[in-house]
């Protein structure tokens, strides 16, 4: 199994910036790519972007050239960075591992300001 475990969700003003971490630890070498999701309230919960063990990356269009998703093998961790935020992305955000095990963290609350 994979344990999750994100960080560095908070409140910003709209226009900011702010990154988020995700630290992966047990079966690292059973993960294919990691993700970040996010779920609004009364919405469901969607992709914002994935990467792959290899570096390959994807993004929802809604935050294409906004954020950045990075990952540092070396810790097992992989990186948001979320730049020029809107009220819009304010979210409950969740790191996801895919490969043998599907993983969730428990989530980081990110609220961005108008």
């Known amino acids: 199994q994979v344990q999750l475990v994100e960080s560095g969700g908070g409140l910003v003003q709209a226009g900011g910036s702010l990154r988020l971490s995700c630290a992966a630890s047990?079966?690292?070498?059973?993960?294919?790519?990691m993700g970040w999701y996010r779920q609004a309230p009364g919405n469901d919960r969607g992709l914002v972007a994935t990467?792959?063990?290899?570096?390959?990356?994807h993004y929802a269009d809604s935050v294409k050239g906004r954020f950045t998703i990075s990952e540092d093998n070396a810790k097992s961790t992989v990186y948001l960075q979320m730049n020029r935020l809107k009220p819009e992305d304010t979210a409950v955000y969740y790191c996801?591992?895919?490969?043998?095990?599907?993983?969730w963290g428990q989530g980081t609350q990110v609220t961005v300001s108008s």
């Open positions: 996801a591992a895919h490969g043998l095990y599907d993983s």
């Open positions: 047990g079966s690292t070498s059973s993960i294919y790519f």
């Open positions: 990467i792959t063990s290899g570096g390959t990356t």
